[in-house]
């Protein structure tokens, strides 16, 4: 999963607080066939989606049908069972079955051995995103679900659900649309039928297991579609833009030169013949999804993002965080643990690794555009030191090993967002230990590929084991490093990594935006107050320095929108995408009087550590680099 950092930061701001599955002892003893669900399209109300599960015949007086609590890759509970209204249980006669609802995702159907179908409603998640909604916490909008005549985002994990015993049962699924939808699944599609009389198509699918149903999200509506290859792999991008003001046609040409790219970095890993891109563009309305970044699965990926975003600033996005999800091929698709393996939806365990699923990803997705040439090394550097910035604003002592595995509980599931800071540096140091260990030879993605030949899909590892098993498979020094800061609780110095390559630190001035210095955010959410003020952090921000902002100013109004609660987010996105030559106006309150500033924007510029070549470097220092960057 790929939260953009500034949407994240974003969410603080509104003053809120990634297998198959196991064998499993039956306890619903259920004459094993395929467990059949229909989803009808045409007969949706009031944004409620009708759904059919037909289990097969139970042998056993009482069954549990679940909906996930937690699904796999976004490291949250997500409680998708209370998005379901009017569950009945139905016999063969036609007749309500007893139902009892045991929690917030769990029914349990009496009289079993009697049951037809389960039928209910869904809810869209992306609805009820809005303040005083379902919750205070609703699933990320990548892993969620929408429900409009235009446009249908089904996360099947939101939709259907489980029998405790039957998750390795296969699935077969229908789903009803109107004949003028297009439609795209990475499931497996067995056959279709047109009825012409009600205008509509019936798409059969087929899923070999529960897991095969969360794991291949599906779109539906006005969809832009196209596709493209990339060696031996098929990329399907899907694109949902509600006011069509971008096309999957332009987008096309950003993700197929930066997927070929990767390709050509990856080499011989080639675990898909099939990918699937389904991008939702937020048009910003009351009920749109605010949750942008992307949700990974084995073969697809799922993003959203502001469809007001300017076509260079989509195609960074979409280069930064599709090329994340995508690096998901390697771990955990190839490479994963027996908790991803038999993942469980009600009551998860998660790995001690998170700092391979998601940091060596996304540190996968930083190095492959230098290695590739898709940036130059001043935008690498930048990169890395903007993450050891991020990554320093979190507890830099907090064991790795521990936080994930406990990730759903504080403190560490406020540190989560570090998996993508430090996790990727741990990968980047790893990466220099081997290349000095090996003169250049081996790097994290040739361990990472032998991880993958002595596992692979079908074959998880001991999570307990994986640190001794990679030190046997590399170097006692690569022990060393990852008992002692990534188990143990050590801050990683830096500086001597990048003085193993021949770089050091300067001080240098970089262009920034206006909310924030190259990944410090310069503003912070008062929650006693429900104001947000700038910080110290803004002395070191060009711009509003200039317009004579202070630590402590609280934002009152932007641009005529006064900042509340309920308009934060679209206040602050809008700052992010403020560009130079932009008039803007801005009321801030200090201790009582009001401040107005009117004026054109100007650049901004922050004052960073920045890495350049070290003029005594030696050629060994000079050689490991450039094994680093372009080995």
């Known amino acids: 999963m790929n939260r953009i ?12 607080s990634c297998g198959s599955t196991k064998n499993t002892k039956s306890n619903d003893l259920a004459i094993k066939s395929p467990i059949k669900a229909q989803l009808d399209l045409t007969k949706v109300k009031e944004d409620k989606l009708p759904v059919i599960i037909n289990p097969g015949r139970f042998t056993k007086d009482k069954v549990i049908y679940r909906l996930p609590r937690v699904v796999q890759g976004t490291y949250s509970v997500s409680d998708f069972g209370r998005y379901i209204d009017n569950l009945k249980a139905i016999d063969y006669n036609g007749n309500d079955l007893p139902v009892v609802k045991v929690d917030t995702n769990t029914w349990e159907i009496s009289k079993a051995t009697q049951l037809d179908k389960i039928i209910y409603l869904v809810n869209d998640t992306f609805d009820q995103e809005l303040q005083g909604g379902i919750g205070k916490k609703v699933p990320f909008s990548p892993a969620g679900t929408n429900i409009e005549p235009t446009n249908y985002v089904l996360n099947l994990h939101g939709v259907i659900g489980y029998f405790d015993s039957l998750k390795n049962n296969q699935y077969k699924l229908e789903v009803v649309s109107p004949l003028n939808y297009k439609r795209t699944s990475a499931l497996q599609e067995v056959a279709s039928e047109t009825n012409s009389d009600s205008n509509t198509i019936t798409s059969s699918y087929f899923a070999p297991r529960y897991f095969d149903i969360t794991d291949n999200p599906m779109f539906f509506g006005e969809l832009d579609v196209e596709e493209f290859q990339v060696g031996d792999i098929k990329i399907v991008l899907s694109v949902y833009s509600p006011n069509k003001t971008h096309s999957a046609k332009k987008i096309k040409e950003v993700v197929q030169r930066m997927m070929q790219a990767q390709k050509t970095y990856l080499g011989s890993i080639n675990s898909t013949a099939r990918y699937d891109i389904y991008l939702y563009l937020s048009d910003g309305t009351e009920k749109a999804p605010k949750g942008f970044g992307a949700l990974e699965h084995h073969t697809s990926t799922v993003v ?34 027996e908790d991803v393996h038999y993942f469980d939806y009600n009551q998860p365990t998660f790995s001690k690794h998170l700092w391979m699923y998601e940091g060596v990803t996304e540190y996968f997705a930083t190095l492959f555009q230098i290695n590739q040439g898709l940036v130059k090394e001043d935008e690498f550097y930048s990169k890395i030191l903007g993450k050891i910035r991020a990554a320093s604003s979190m507890d830099d002592t907090m064991s790795f090993t521990k936080m994930s595995e406990n990730i759903l509980e ?53 999570d307990e ?82 317009n004579g902002v202070l630590p402590d100013d609280v934002i009152k109004e932007v641009d005529g929108i006064k900042v509340a609660k309920e308009t934060a987010r679209e206040v602050f996105m809008k700052m992010y995408m403020w560009k130079p030559g932009t008039d803007v106006e801005v009321k801030l309150d200090r201790k009582g009087k009001e401040i107005l500033i009117k004026t054109t924007l100007t650049q901004s510029y922050t004052k960073v550590s920045g890495l350049e070549v070290n003029s005594k470097a030696s050629i060994q220092e000079k050689q490991l680099k450039e094994a680093w960057l372009k080995g």
């Open 465 to 546: 084991k994986l640190i001794e098993e990679i030190t046997k498979m590399t170097y006692p020094s690569i022990g060393i490093f990852l008992n002692t800061h990534v188990v143990g609780n050590t801050p990683i110095d830096y500086s001597k990594f990048f003085s193993k390559v021949g770089l050091q630190e300067r001080e240098i001035k970089e262009k920034t935006n206006y909310i924030e210095n190259n990944g410090q955010i310069i503003f912070n959410p008062d929650k006693v107050t429900q104001t947000v003020k700038f910080t110290n952090a803004v002395k070191n921000n060009s711009f509003w320095t200039e």
């Open 410 to 462: 504080e403190p560490y599931a406020s540190q989560y967002l570090n998996v993508y800071q430090k996790g990727a540096l741990i990968g980047m140091c790893i990466d220099i230990i081997l290349r000095e260990e090996s003169n250049g030879a081996r790097g994290i993605l040739s361990l990472m590929k032998e991880l993958a030949l002595k596992y692979g899909k079908s074959k998880p590892f001991n």
């Open 304 to 337: 959203v993002l502001p469809e007001a975003m300017p076509d260079q600033a989509l195609a960074k996005s979409m280069i930064d965080v599709v090329s994340h999800e995508f690096f998901h091929i390697v771990t955990p698709l190839s490479v994963h643990s």
């Open 5 to 16: 950092v500034i949407l994240g930061v974003i969410t603080v701001l509104l003053f809120s």
